[in-house]
């Protein structure tokens, strides 16, 4: 685990640079709408569910318990609401970015046909090589701090960048070579530490499951072009969409 540089918090600042997403006043208010929509469709379900529980992820948040303290609606709408927008497009583009990778290598993709128990070691290289996450939040630093040779002053807003720790030849042997066996491979694709992604258990479920079905129901799987656009979308990376014959 990488050494805790700074105390820091989150940053809700938008940050308009050239070459970043620009979200006009119409965008902001129709995201309004629908933030608001869904939290009033959360309320609504969570008093169903404490009402009436049921098999679901819902009720299992409204009963749980630790220390004798449940968790208020407030808290679990903020539960439901990250769960839903950070497992959502990430574990797509986490998808789509892998089957991208497999059919860019030919030769790991027939190693995965070939052994199909390297599934869980590709969604890690996947991970590593092409994450649907570039960068965290921006977070501000509460204290003067030194980081390689360069000050970060209180207040200061620090973002690291999950593509190019990934990529880092001091880290990772032959960092831009796609190895779906590579070993000692602890990318920092889910971040770490108090910020380690609550989903990440589910999202490499999911990827390692839709990749190996894929892969094998699919064996002439190919790319149907190599006009590929990806999307606008900051600091996220994923496919508009993926053309494949089969």
């Known amino acids: 685990m990488p050494p805790k540089i700074a105390k820091s918090t989150l940053s809700v600042s938008t940050w308009r640079r050239k070459g970043s997403v620009v979200r006009t006043p119409a965008m902001m208010a129709a995201g309004d709408r629908a933030a608001e929509n869904f939290e009033a469709y959360l309320r609504e379900l969570i008093a169903r569910r404490r009402a ?4 679901d992820l819902m009720s299992a948040l409204i009963d749980a318990e630790e220390k004798d303290r449940r968790m208020s609606d407030d808290q679990i709408v903020i539960m ?3 769960l839903f927008a950070a497992g959502h497009a990430t574990t797509r583009n986490l998808i789509g970015n892998g089957v991208l990778a497999l059919l860019n290598h030919e030769a790991e993709l027939t190693r995965l046909r070939d052994e199909p128990d ?5 969604v890690e290289e996947v991970l590593r090589f092409d994450p649907p996450t570039q960068a965290p939040s921006p977070q501000l630093a509460l204290e003067d701090v030194d980081i ?3 000050r970060i002053r209180k207040g200061e807003a620090v973002s690291v960048l999950f593509g190019a720790a990934n990529r880092d030849p001091a880290r990772f042997a032959d960092p831009d070579r796609f190895d779906i066996a590579r070993t000692d491979n602890e990318h920092f694709s889910f971040s770490f530490g108090i910020h380690y992604c609550l989903g990440a258990s589910l ?4 990827a390692q499951i839709a990749i190996a079905t894929l892969i094998r129901r699919m064996p002439r799987l190919r790319l149907a072009t190599g006009d590929l656009k990806w999307q606008k979308m900051g600091r996220f990376r994923g496919l508009e969409s993926l053309i494949v014959e089969f």
């Open 52 to 55: 009436k529980p049921a098999d």
């Open 80 to 82: 439901c609401e990250t």
């Open 118 to 122: 390297l599934i869980e070691s590709c």
């Open 148 to 150: 390689g040779g360069r």
């Open 203 to 206: 999202a490499r479920a999911e």
